[in-house]
């Protein structure tokens, strides 16, 4: 999803919304640490593709691993570790964490405060919980994106869904599940251990 791809124009914004928008990124920058499962969907109408999957996630900090596609994604901080297993390989980046097109988890909290108008929309029961969209529409007049609708968790202030449907009618849908906060979490999850995917056999691409 390029839910973090950042303008510099200023919009007229509905009131309602920002403050929606900024007490669930209030909320959810609090935290020492979280984690959460997801369900994400690709839905291509116009090539009759739908894409299925789940994953899961930790975020401390700007430290974060994200299992999805099959493969591992690991940040320390200052180096991303892509493990693919299938490939057998390790793909190794240094991250300029200042770039607007490097992700960092607080970028998932505040990515709508620069390039996008914002507005209210639907109020919807979910499983019991009441959910309030809202619509980001960008600025950028050549985006990919047609607008993001982010549906947030009004008793808990969590995101709970963000759907992003592009200029071509692709829709993908991140959906968290199981948020957990403040966990007593090993810091060793965030540090990649060259050595043992050496033994592996695992080409190492730096």
């Known amino acids: 999803m390029a839910i973090v791809t950042l303008g510099q124009v200023k919009a007229q914004n509905d009131p309602a919304a920002q403050v929606i928008l900024d007490k669930a990124s209030s909320t959810m920058s609090s935290y020492d640490n979280l ?12 090539e009759d593709v739908v894409q299925e999957l789940s994953g ?7 430290k974060y691993v994200v299992n999805l596609f099959g ?19 390790v793909n190794i980046t240094s991250a300029d964490i200042d770039e607007d097109n490097t992700f960092r988890p ?20 979910v499983a019991g919980k009441k959910i309030q969209f809202v619509e980001l ?19 808990t202030n969590h995101i709970y869904q963000i759907i992003e449907i592009g200029v071509n009618q692709t829709r993908t849908i991140l959906t968290a599940k199981n948020i957990k906060t403040n966990q007593a979490i090993d810091s060793s999850v965030f540090v990649f251990d060259e050595s043992h995917y050496e033994e592996l056999n695992y080409m190492i691409n730096k």
Do not use: R
């Not at 607080?106 to 029961?125: A, I, Q, R, V, W």
């Not at 047609?146 to 968790?153: P, R």
């Open 35 to 46: 984690s959460m499962d997801f369900d994400y969907v690709l839905d291509n109408e116009a």
């Open 56 to 62: 899961d996630l930790i975020l401390e900090g700007e």
């Open 71 to 89: 493969s591992t994604q690991i940040f320390d901080g200052s180096k991303t570790y892509t493990i693919i297993p299938e490939n057998e390989e």
């Open 106 to 125: 607080s970028k998932f909290y505040s990515f709508y405060k620069s390039g996008y108008g914002f507005s209210m929309d639907e109020l919807k029961n």
């Open 137 to 155: 529409t960008p600025i950028d007049s050549d985006s990919e994106i047609s607008k993001i609708l982010v549906g947030i968790d009004t008793k």
